[in-house]
């Protein structure tokens, strides 16, 4: 488990640094897959049966169908790369790692398992990346980064959500990721490019 | 039995809430369902009303379901009087709306309908219900309905501009009377009316709420310096709807000072009452020094709806000076004077704005400079439009004297019921400025009939002007009436007030008037006045009689027709005097008040020397304008443009507003 | 009975306003060294308008027709309500709003029916007397409300009773003072108006009835000399009440009285110049704190 968790941390410290697209959806599909494998190991911790849907909806929806649709736009954008500061970006990754670990001791200290505060940081690290990047699919990446931090977060703090909600979530996601992909596209067509700096001159 | 009524009015305004909706197909199926049931709830809330009167107050509560308690329904004297003056405004003016709608058929017809029936239904409710709670909601529909009225010609940015403004003040009224309620609600500790009588403030918190409820209803009165909205909003919306805003909306606003300086707050320091009087002389003066200078009809009523109710809170005020001065008589009187003057307010500025509508309906403007003759073309909508105008300069035999005589008479008794020498000269000042308010209304209202109606037609759109239909004169002829009824025979209504005004401590009104069928003497001591109209009326019938007869001494005349002297020119209409100019000698002296900027310009192109064209244009800049909105405005503008930058517009800053906001507060929860 | 009397009242007052119109007339011709139409010259006018016919213009409509007789009405109820302490009314109707808002109600026509004909003059004049009249308002309310503060009422009988229990003080002299210059306002005399003009620069009440003839006019000339009566009236009763020791009854001092301010007025249309009209509102406002401290010294 603590493996794991170093290794999501670890791809998402990456993540800040990735500037070509296609690499970026591969460590998001990396990352999916580890959360679907901790999923399965907290089912086989606890027992519980629905915890086995879980980490076959996760591989499914996470790593089959968003990585693909996202697999598939990136093709289509050969000459888009990202232009960030990614030593800024790491910078604040690291700096998120360490507050979200300092919060979690400070405020729960009997709860102070690694997952917890791997999963705020994840969930801070998502929001960096929506904020610093402007191309679309980076934005993306980050809302799925984001996600995962969630879905961990629920899992180390209640050892598994509900069925029903854990598939309202997946949905969610799934329906949002069709969205953005379909709005990428149109971007594209109707802009040349994804990079969605360029939408502040619709500003009036 | 009121109750059943109640129920009655309240089915009706909901079929003709959405009746309007479903028959959008023929307009005119539309305009007879929706007005005629307007018509038909506005007689069962004058029955709902009667039947008060007749039988006594009563309560009705209906659980609904809602987290804010139970809907209370309670009728009382007080707002059986204001009920009676919506029954009658609104039969009236819906009669005419059955007439006037037809300017509407290709303007969205079926949605005025229905907003006009919800526009009455919510005032209704805001003058029944009796609880914190729904008051506030009814009293929000009324604010937002209208909105929705004065929008409704949304062609017009003017219109637009003028609904915003209204919105944007009533809302901050509503922010004013809320915070009052709930001072209360949290002393009592209940959301029921009946448990605020005598609600044991502080007084500190008793000051506060004064200032809280003074503030919020003065704005939807349109007190100055809150009126900014009143003189915009009440032109823009269709002149029916105009009627009802000046007449009743308004005046829900004084329903609910009644209700909070009579009721909750009780007997107050005299202050309160001097606050009162100071802002209703302010209204009064400055509201008709504007109304004067207005050319537009409807705007030139507006300020004077301004006036009308300064003068209704002249009354008021007056009253709680008595109060606080332990003097129940004359605060009885004073509170009648300011009621009756309502009333009457509500009839007469219902009638103008009717009869202003007229003159759009069959003229298509509503500047008066444009106007004239129309006393030919329209003669029975003139005579309507000159018993209002009549009325309100408070012309004898007409309600708006008698008002006006029992407001002069509470405020001649002020002077000894307030101490120190400022404060005398300064009540003893109330009644020259009633007078000089009185003047400047005739002066106001000779210039708008005058140039209105008499003379020659100034324009195509007045000379090709034709009657108005039955149902439109109907509905004017209806007030008009009241207004001769009220002001022949005024004991009817003082009676009734005395019924109204008995339920409250502090008012000693059950042997204030003594009446006999001529006439209703004052009970107050060492001083009896005596109210005794059929007496004026039989004077000046008498000396009718007696002009005719001296006329007539030596036989009929020979009547000759003979042009206008021009000074030998063939008049034309373009000689006439104009109404900028009627009102000319007053802009000039009190220019200190109008701030006018006259510009006159030459058109030399055609001629140097002659045949010059000349245009005088006339520049009002309002006080309370330029010296309290315009510097928020521009304190509001200048921390604007400070968080402005804030405002990127890119989507990912505000994200990361977000991310920071949370990892304050974050950071705050654990206290680092 | 009081009926009766009141008719009785207005009959003599209507019969002897052109009278007291005719003293002004023949004294301010004395005072300027011409002999001045005689005492009774108004009523020869008077007989003869009433015998003319009338030229009507077709641009009018009825409120022109309307208007004098709405005038001479309530000149006539104005004299049913002035106090002359003849007789005691009774029932007090007789407050002094009614007698103000009555006049009101005269002017308010005579107004419109200057705009009526649709030319400048009338258009002015019309204007210039509700200008006038905004700033007289205010001053006379001020200036009545000397008395009726002293007799705690506002009916004139019992105005006029009070004040002349009274004595003479300063108070009193100077709302008498203000009370005399609001005469002059109220009668239209110089230096705020000029009867006798047809100047159209100077005319006020002229220029708005200039368009009548005939029989109308005989109304209105005959409706403006009640009216004067009437505020002479107030002016004697309410503002000089006192009756200098003498057998006389009052009724004979009140008759003087009224021929002394008469003359008065006379004296000062002859020896003073008409005002341009915005020069008005400082004499108004002068008036006014007059009687603002007439107030204050009670």
Partial sequence: MTLLTILLLAGAVILTRVSSLRTAVGILGLQSVIVALACLIFGLKTGEFHMYIAAVLTAVIKVGLIVYSLWRVTLQLKHEREIANFNVSFLLAIVAIIVSYGFVNKVLPHMAGETLGAAIALTMIGLLMIIARSQAIMQVVGLITMENGLYLLGLSITKGLPLIIEMGIFFDILVAVVVLVILTHRLKYSFETTDTSILNELKG | MTENIYLVMLLLFSAGIILPILTSGSPKITNILAHGLAVLGCLAIVACSVEVFMTGGVTFTYAMGLPVGSLIIRIDNLSAFFLLALGVVGTAASIYALGYSREYYKQRLGLMAALYNCFILSMALVLTVSQVAYFLIAWELMTVVSFFLVNHEYEKTANTRAAYKYILMTTLGTVFITTAFLILTMTVHSLDFQMFKGASLTSTMRNIVFFCALLGFGTKAGVIPLHIWLPEAHPAAPSHVSALMSGIMIKTAIYGMCRFFLEFLGVGPAWWGEVVLFLAIISSVLGVLYALMQNDLKRLLAYSSVENIGIILLGIGAGMVFMSNNQPVLAGLAFAAGLFHLFNHAVFKSLLFLGAGSVLYSTHTKNIEDLGGLIKKMPYTAVFFLTGAAAISALPTLNGFVSEWLTYQSLFYLPQAVTGILPRLGSVLLIALLGLTGALAANCFVKAFGVTFLAKPRSKHAEQAKEVPATMLTGMGLLSLMCFALGVWPQGMLKLLQGVLSQFAGLEVSTLFNHQWYAAAFNIPQANGVIAMPVVVGMLVLGLIAAVLVYNFNGKPKNVEGETWTCGIIPNARMEYTATGFAQPVRRAYKAFLRTKDTVTADKSLNPYHGVKMKMTVGISYLIDVWLYRPVKKGILFLVNRVKPLQSGNLQHYIGYVLLVTVVILILGVRW | ?298
């Fill in chain 3, 1 to 298: 009975m009081s009926v009766l009397f009141m008719i009785i009242q207005v009959v003599v007052l209507a019969v002897l306003a052109p009278l007291v119109a005719g003293v002004i007339k023949n004294t301010k011709g004395k005072m300027q060294s011409r002999r001045g139409p005689g005492y009774f010259q108004v009523y020869f006018d008077l007989r003869k308008y009433f015998k003319k016919d009338n030229v009507i213009s077709p641009t009018v409509s009825w409120i022109f027709l309307a208007a004098p007789y709405i005038y001479f009405a309530t000149a006539l109820g104005a004299a049913a309500l002035a106090p002359t302490l003849l007789f005691d009314r009774g029932l007090h109707y007789d407050s002094i709003f009614v007698l103000i808002y009555m006049l009101a109600l005269g002017r308010f026509f005579l107004a419109l029916a200057s705009l009526d004909a649709g030319s400048t003059f009338g258009g002015m004049g019309g204007s210039r007397e509700m200008f006038i009249n905004v700033l007289v308002e205010p001053v006379m309310m001020l200036t009545l409300f000397t008395v009726a503060m002293r007799a705690n009422s506002t009916v004139m009988s019992q105005m006029a009773g009070a004040a002349a229990a009274s004595g003479i003080s300063l108070s009193a002299i100077l709302a008498a003072i203000a009370f005399l210059i609001l005469t002059v306002a109220e009668t239209g005399r110089i230096p705020l108006d000029n009867p006798d003009t047809h100047l159209e620069l100077t005319m006020v009440h002229e220029g708005m009835v200039l368009e009548y003839c005939g029989r109308s006019v005989g109304l209105i000339f005959w409706g403006s000399a009640i009216k004067q009566l009437v505020t002479i009236l107030l002016m004697v009763n309410f503002f000089l009440p006192w009756n200098p020791v003498g057998s006389l009854p009052p009724v004979v001092w009140m008759i003087l009285k009224v021929l002394v301010i008469a003359v008065v007025l006379a004296g000062i249309e002859t020896s003073t110049n008409k005002m341009r009209l915005f020069r008005l509102p400082g004499l108004l406002i002068a008036t006014g704190c007059l009687s603002l401290l007439a107030i204050i010294a009670m």
